[in-house]
């Protein structure tokens, strides 16, 4: 294993209870950044139900992809049950959500970079790159949810 998956292994199994995120379609979450990120009044948003469950899918199935990478095992196979499994739960969120405007504002920043690192998954180049965009979207997630 080299260092770098290493890192990334020990960043992901210290975030807990992943939550949340909202996007209404790809389009919508083109030209967000980091600084519309925002803390509901000092506090991390309270994630709901639907958020809390489906980010957590993501992870745990991510945190498993990532051993098989960090073992040499991860195949293209894995990579598109990932893909498939990480659509499934954000169609799910942005079909559901119901997350006040600020709060819906701030983890549509976490959408983006989720959407991206999963259109990453159909690039055979750009597969064991794409769990850094996962990585960030769930070090922002932690930053900003509970």
Same mark, same amino acid.
Not at 27 to 48: E, I, R, V, Y
């Given at each position: /294993? *080299?260092? =770098? ?15 949340? !995120?909202?996007? !209404? ?10 600084? !519309? ?18 980010? *957590? &899918?993501?992870? %745990?199935?991510?945190? $498993? +992809? /990532? =051993?098989? %990478?960090?073992? *040499?095992?991860?195949?293209? &196979? ?10 499934? $739960?954000? %169609? ?16 549509? &920043? &976490?959408?983006?970079? +989720?959407?991206?690192?999963? %259109? *990453? ?5 750009? #597969? =064991? ?6 990585? =960030?979207?769930? !070090?922002?997630? #932690?930053?900003?949810?509970?």
């Amino acid at each position: /294993m *080299n260092l =770098k998956n290493m890192f990334l292994l020990v960043l992901l199994l210290n975030i807990t209870a992943c939550t949340h !995120h909202h996007g !209404h379609e790809n389009a919508h979450s083109a030209s967000h950044s980091d600084s !519309h990120m925002t803390l509901d009044n000092g506090q991390k948003w309270k994630a709901d139900e639907v958020l809390r469950r489906n980010m *957590n &899918v993501i992870h %745990e199935d991510l945190h $498993a +992809l /990532m =051993k098989k %990478e960090a073992t *040499n095992k991860a195949y293209a &196979v894995d990579y598109e049950q990932f893909q498939k499994k990480v659509q499934k $739960a954000t %169609e799910e969120i942005i079909s559901k959500c119901q997350l006040p405007p600020k709060m819906d504002e701030t983890y549509h &920043v &976490v959408l983006e970079e +989720l959407l991206s690192a999963n %259109e *990453n998954l159909t690039d055979a180049k750009k #597969q =064991k790159d794409a769990t850094d965009g996962f990585v =960030k979207a769930f !070090h922002l997630y #932690q930053q900003y949810f509970d």
